[in-house]
């Protein structure tokens, strides 16, 4: 079965703009959690939603932001950007139950500059 | 709040022979998963092996197994005869036993694999 979706791979921005992800998880799974990955600060907790509720929320400012639609897809959005975004930004998917493992996308690598 | 410390930034091991990557972690939970992902240069998070803090046994996957000793807080990964696809960055991984998928990672050993 497909894997764990992003879109788009590479992206690169101007700062002060925004910018939208988006992670299709595999099919049948509620949950989407999301991770920024830098080689300074190494991988981080941003949230995760479940069933279109944000059930978990990583220590991030409130540019930061994401939704979950009814299909599970998940969309991560980031406004104002500033050249400390630039991150890889990795999606992971789940059931949702707690007790099974999540599995990982390929990830968007941000480039703000 | 939980930590996940690996020790070792790179790690590097002979084609064929036998590696461990350490890793420990601080928690105050009595129950937890602990997790070994691999991240090659592709990018994308593979799950390595699992452990389960309430199982006393260590787990195993083929070539993969882990030594988890709890009242150390302590979690290493062994791998037995080393291949050059494992060349990539392990990262240690804890969760809570709760339904959230907040996983908190290790900043990560790289692994290379000298033929």
């Known amino acids: 079965k497909a894997g764990v979706t992003q879109t788009p791979r590479y992206l690169i921005k101007t700062r002060g703009q925004q910018v939208t992800l988006s992670c299709s998880p595999i099919?049948?799974?509620?949950?989407v959690s999301w991770y920024q990955q830098t080689p300074g600060q190494g991988l981080q907790f941003l949230f995760e939603?479940?069933?279109?509720?944000?059930?978990n929320k990583g220590n991030f400012p409130g540019r930061f932001s994401g939704r979950q639609f009814s299909n599970s897809r998940s969309e991560m959005n980031v406004s104002t950007l500033e050249l400390g975004d630039s991150a890889l930004y990795l999606c992971?998917?789940?059931?949702?139950?707690?007790?099974?493992?999540?599995?990982f996308g390929q990830g968007t690598r941000l480039t703000v500059v | 709040a939980q930590t996940v410390t690996q020790s070792q930034p790179e790690m590097s091991v002979q084609e064929a022979e036998t590696v461990t990557l350490s890793c420990t972690y601080d928690?105050?939970?009595?129950?937890?998963?602990l997790f070994w992902y691999k991240q090659p240069p592709s990018r994308q998070m593979i799950l390595v092996i699992r452990?389960?803090?309430?199982?006393?046994q260590n787990a195993t996957e083929n070539r993969f197994s882990v030594n988890f000793q709890k009242a150390a807080k302590s979690f290493s990964l062994k791998i037995s005869d080393s291949q050059l696809g494992d060349a990539a960055m392990y990262f240690c991984?804890?969760?809570?036993?709760?339904?959230?998928?907040?996983?908190?990672f290790g900043t990560g050993t790289r692994l290379k694999v000298l033929a």
């Open positions: 991984a804890y969760r809570e036993l709760s339904g959230t998928y907040k996983y908190i």
């Open positions: 099919s049948g799974h509620r949950s």
């Open positions: 928690t105050s939970e009595s129950d937890y998963y």
């Open positions: 992971a998917s789940s059931r949702g139950g707690g007790d099974t493992e999540a599995f």
């Open positions: 939603y479940f069933s279109e509720t944000q059930r």
């Open positions: 452990q389960e803090a309430y199982k006393q």
